[in-house]
Structure formats: structure tokens, C-alpha cells
Nanobody
């Protein structure tokens, strides 16, 4: 399984971005997905997660109300829309996948629970 994230860039505070992650393989609908971020000098931080079925989502408090995670199982894609971006959102953003063939309604916030990771896509927000 390979994950490819894209959509980062340099934006102004208050702007919006949609990050995308393409997942290879034929069993995408059996994976819970997550987005994490890592700012320079800081540990990787959970941002958002969505269950394999897509029916359940969860967000870190700092992005609640500003971010939406979604998935398109037909296209093997997961997205993270973030609005009203703040300078503190600046980080490398990573998508991750956890195989959950029997727990399609569960979501996961811990990075160690994920099996596969994509490369980061950099988001830089200037004030």
C-alpha cells in the first residue's frame, strides 16, 4: 500500500486549502484514514481521522469547526479541507492508513496505530 499526499502550499492566514491523499491498492474501503502534521521542532500531531466506512470522523480541538476530513472510496482518495488557516497550522501534513477489515466504523487518533504513511505535504501559513 502506498500513500501519496498533495495539496500543500504557501498561503495567507484566513485562506483555505484542501489536501488530498491517494492510496494504492484494491481494499481502500477497509482502511481507516488519518491526517497528522509535524511542525519544525515538534512531535507529529494528530489532526483528523475518518472511519473506513466514512460515517465517523474525529478532529483535534485546534481544527474543529475549521477542518473537514472526507473520503471517496471509489477513487481511493481521502481529503482534508482546512478553512480559516492560521500561522500555527504551518507544518508538514501526512496521511496515514490503518487496515480495519472488521472495524469499519472505528477511527484512530494515535500515530502508532497506523500501518502505512505517505510523504508529507508542506503547508505554510503566513500572517
Amino acid at each position: 500500500v502506498q500513500l501519496q499526499a498533495c495539496g500543500g502550499g504557501a498561503v495567507q492566514a484566513g485562506d483555505s486549502l484542501r489536501l488530498s491523499c491517494t492510496v494504492s491498492g484494491r481494499t481502500f474501503s477497509s482502511y481507516a484514514m488519518g491526517w497528522f502534521r509535524q511542525a519544525p521542532g515538534k512531535e507529529r500531531e494528530f489532526v483528523a481521522t475518518i472511519s473506513a466506512s466514512g460515517e465517523k470522523t474525529y478532529y483535534v480541538d485546534s481544527v474543529k469547526g475549521r477542518a473537514t476530513i472526507s473520503r471517496d472510496n471509489a477513487k481511493n482518495m481521502v481529503y482534508l479541507q482546512v478553512n480559516s488557516l492560521k500561522p500555527e497550522d504551518t507544518a508538514d501534513y501526512y496521511c496515514a492508513a490503518r487496515l480495519v477489515p472488521y472495524s469499519r466504523s472505528s477511527y484512530y487518533t494515535g500515530p502508532k496505530l497506523y500501518d502505512y504513511w505517505g510523504q508529507g505535504t508542506l503547508v505554510t501559513v503566513s500572517s
